[in-house]
Each structure stands twice: as C-alpha cells, then as structure tokens.
C-alpha cells in the first residue's frame, strides 16, 4: 500500500543536539512542516506543547515523550521521560525525531501538486456536468476545495494519500511508493503459505480498484485516487529479490518462479509419518463416520469432519449431536477468537468431533486428532482439489493414529493425485524414521500447554480483562489504566461494540471516582506531627 516517498520522509527527519544553536520557533516551525499538532493542554502522540522555553514533544514513532529545553537560541538539555507519569528516563545528548506521518511534501513540490489537483478537478467537474450528474459535481467540487484548503495551509488534509500521484509527481498508471522501497537493496522475502499469500497479493489490486471506481463515479475522488493502490503482482515481484515460499502443498507459480530448486521438507522431528487415505461408500457414510468417530472417542481422541457448505455442517453437527456426540460446527461467521476458544475446547476434551468447511486447513496443531472424515471427497472443485484434501488431511499428520478418510463414489483426478503424494512423503518418512532408528510419538501437550496456545490471540482481550479487573496500586496507575481504557473504549465504539464500551466507561468512572476519593482523604489527612501528638494525648 502507498505510505509515501522514502526520500522525501527521511529529508524530514530533524536532529537536534545538546548545545547546538537552534531556534525555538524554528523548531516549531519544523514540528509543525512534519505534521505534527500544537496542544498546549493535553500532551498526545504526533503532538507538542510549548511552556517558554521549554518544548515537549511527542514522537510519533516512540513511546517515550521529549523534553527540548532552550536557553536563548541554544539547546541546553534534552530529557526522555513518561508521557503519563512525568519520570525522566533518560538524558541523551542527541535525538532524532521522524515525521508524524508517511506523505512529507516539500514547499516547491506542494505548490506544483496543488496546481495539477485544481486543474484535474476542474476537468473533471466538467465532465460530470457535462454527463448531467450535478450532484457528483458540487460533492466533488466541494471536497476538493477543502482539501486543496487544508493542504496550502497546513500541508496536509484528511485521505492526503488520494492525491499521492500529484504530490509524489508521478506519471498516471505508474506505481505508488510502498514499505518494500524502504527496505535495502539486498534483503530476503519469506511468503510464508504462498498458495494463499501469492493469490491475495494478485487480488489486491483488483479489489481496491473495484471499490475506488464506484468512489470516482460517484465524485467521492478525483480519478488520479486510483493510482493511490496497493501494487500489481509484477510490480511486487520487481521489487522482491531473493525469495522463499513455503508451502505444503505449492501451486505452480511458486515452482516456476523457484525454477525448480525445491527443497522437499517432509520429515518430521516427531517421526510422524503422513496419515493413511482410504476411500469409502458414500452409502450409510454418516452411519459409518459415527462408528468410526465413537471409536476415537472411547480413545481419548478427537475428529474432524469436513462438508461442503455450511448448510451440511450444520445439519450433521445437530444429527450428531442428536446421536449422542459431543460436537460443534465452525465456519466464516464465527470470529477469528471465538474459533480459537473452540479449538481449544476441542483439544481439551470439552467435546469429540468438529465439523467445518473450509477452515479446518493450515496451521492448526491439533495432536489430539486421530480422524479426519471429508464428506463428498468426489466433488470436484474448488474445496476438493489437490490441494485442499492434501491441507485438510494434514490435520490428523500429528498423531501417531492418524488415518484421512475419504467418502466418495468415484476416484477423481484431485483424489488420486492427494493419495498418491500421501503415500509418496509416507515412503520417504517411514525410510527416514527406519534408516535412523526413529520411533514415531505422538506430540504430548499438558493442559498447561494447551491453555496456553491461545494467549496470542486472545492476548489483546486478556489484558484488557485483567485491566477490568485490577486494582491499580498508586495515582499514576490509576492514571495510567484510565487513559488505556479510555482508548479501549474508544476503539470498541468505533467497531459499534457499544456493550463493552459502556464497561470500560463504567471501569473509567470508577477508576476516576477513586482519584477523587484519594485526593479528598490526603486534603483532610492531619499532618504528621499533629497526628503523633494526638496519638500521645490518647495514650495519655
């Protein structure tokens, strides 16, 4: 995605040095050309304050705020200290301050960039109102105004990006600057489950200029926002070098551009060989499935079961469940934490079978499954390809019992071509384990362990939970939680979560109630002397 010109972001980066000769209003001046705010009252990130002579100024890309402080026009001490408690941590004698956003414009670029936007704005005022779409014009018109306003006086506006073509003074069509033009000249490039990533790169581009057509025909943005873009596939691989993909089950774009130096990687630490493929009737299969699931069951072991949409998912899972199973479904409507938790109920016994469509493929670690059962493995497409029945079968590859069992009617091309790969890698596994004296185990994990797979997704929720819950032990904790939650608050709102944000407004005024308490006691407290005269009259 386009984040700006290199170039133009680092000859905006400011140093200042402890004794150096500098201006304070030139500083400023610099603060302000680097898009940063003035705000006297309340100290915020990509803002600054000025008392006197002294600047405090908080960097966009830190932590820790800055204190500049002047004596006359030369710098005298610089002070990183806690933006909510105020403690100095440090005093360097030199720092670097980067700019609060990506797209930094120079004066002389700026003017040339406002020139070209107002005359493409006119143009296409035109156009429309030639096409009889009056209101597109005016809302075009209108928007553009302001924006030109904003950006001749403060140098920069809302959605800036839009205009980047302009501001960058690059030709229409021509790329965008992105993260990768960052990056040194030799670096390496992991496209990590590259089937999936190479394909979403692909479809980016096309995505987002689907959605930026209608904003154009609509007089939302002027045309030249369509080169505001993530990048093309050969654009991305123009600026990628070395490159690995990984993947376990590579397409053939991976091994064209690899220029078939593969590195076949199929031998496990465990021993663990790939699991058996059998073919079964489809006639009495769900009859068969919950003989077969009752008997992982009675092992201590769990099963996946997958279907071909969610309709068939959910109609198994509720006849299961009327035979007795322990059972849930997953599919695209559950949210990304809710099919943790359920993951991790799996593995933790709290039920035997899971049905699912299409998310039960890569990257789950799921020892405990001993059966994966594919429904209407026959059906070729899309979700029964090579690929996908080798991705899915490779959920039972963790278990020393793993069997694939797959329902079908016929033999397809995808079929034959999963099993024959299966037993391909099982060859060389088994030849593997034998030649070095390797016994397979199955991965033993405690419930410990297990509890412990979700901390990482669920470690945002975690901690704001913990900080509901915590009784801070001093005011600047108290302070600090407050203004945590507050942006927890903030958040939810903004993703229309208005239950959890009115908790985290109740935690606030709680928290806010007890300052007040603390503060009022302090004020009415007698002084320490007082109190140990009292004391000794009381004894008296």
Aim: aromatic content about 6%.
């Amino acid at each position: 995605y386009n984040i700006g010109e290199p170039a133009e972001f680092a000859n905006r980066v400011k140093m200042i040095k402890v004794g150096e000769d500098m201006d304070r209003d030139d500083l400023l001046a610099d603060l302000v050309s680097e898009q940063y705010t003035r705000n006297d009252y309340e100290l915020k990130r990509s803002a600054f304050r000025v008392k006197g002579d002294v600047v405090e100024i908080w960097p966009a890309h830190d932590e820790i705020a800055l204190r500049v402080e002047f004596f006359g026009d030369e710098v005298t001490s610089i002070n990183k200290f806690n933006p909510v408690s105020g403690k100095v941590d440090e005093e360097p004698d030199n720092v670097m301050i980067f700019p609060a956003r990506h797209f930094q414009v120079s004066e002389r670029s700026l003017a040339d960039a406002l020139d070209a936007i107002r005359e493409e704005m006119t143009e296409r005022v035109a156009e429309l109102e030639k096409d009889g779409k009056l209101l597109e014009a005016q809302r075009l018109k209108t928007r553009t105004k302001y924006d030109l306003e904003m950006l001749r006086e403060v140098g920069y506006c809302p959605g800036i990006e839009n205009y980047s073509r302009h501001l960058s003074g690059r030709m229409p069509g021509s790329r965008p600057w992105c993260l990768l033009d960052y990056f040194p000249k030799d670096y390496l490039t992991v496209i990590d489950e590259s089937h999936i990533g190479i394909p979403q790169i692909d479809g980016m581009y096309k995505g987002d200029r689907f959605r930026k057509e209608n904003l154009v025909t609509h007089g939302f943005r002027l045309p030249s926002a369509l080169d505001n873009r993530p990048l093309k596939l050969n654009e991305f691989e123009g600026l990628v070098g070395q490159t690995i993909y990984t993947s376990a089950t590579p397409g053939e774009y991976e091994r064209v551009n690899s220029r078939k130096r593969i590195i076949d990687l199929v031998v496990r630490p465990t021993g663990l060989v790939d699991p058996e493929m059998v073919i079964k009737p489809t006639a009495n299969q769900v009859d068969d499935l919950i003989e077969e699931i009752r008997i992982r069951a009675e092992r201590n072991e769990r099963t996946l079961v997958t279907t071909l949409t969610k309709r068939m998912s959910e109609d198994l899972a509720t006849y299961l469940a009327e035979m007795d199973i322990r059972v849930k479904y997953m599919h695209s409507e559950v949210n990304a934490l809710e099919r943790v938790e359920i993951l991790r109920g799996l593995r933790l016994g709290e039920f035997d079978v899971l049905v699912g469509i299409n998310l039960l493929r890569e990257g789950l670690d799921l020892p405990e499954v001993s059966l994966v059962a594919i429904l209407d493995a026959d059906k070729e497409g899309f979700l029964r390809d090579t690929r996908s029945l080798i991705q899915t079968s490779g959920r039972a590859a963790r278990n020393i019992s793993g069997k694939v069992i797959l329902y079908a009617d016929k033999v397809t091309n995808s079929m034959k071509a999963a099993m024959d790969e299966a037993e391909r890698r099982r060859r060389k596994q088994i030849a593997h384990n034998e030649s070095h004296g390797i016994t397979p185990q199955t991965i033993r994990k405690s419930i410990d362990q297990v509890m412990a797979t979700t901390e990482v997704a669920e470690g945002r929720k975690s901690i704001v939970d913990m900080d509901l819950g915590r009784d801070p032990r001093d005011e600047e904790e108290t302070i600090e939680l407050i203004n945590r939650l507050k942006r927890e608050m903030k958040q939810a709102a903004e993703n229309l979560d208005f239950e959890q944000a009115a908790i985290y407004r109740d935690r606030i005024g709680e928290l806010k109630l007890k300052i007040e308490k603390d503060i009022l006691k302090q004020a009415t407290r007698p002084p320490k002397e007082k109190r140990s005269s009292d004391r000794r009259q009381l004894s008296d």
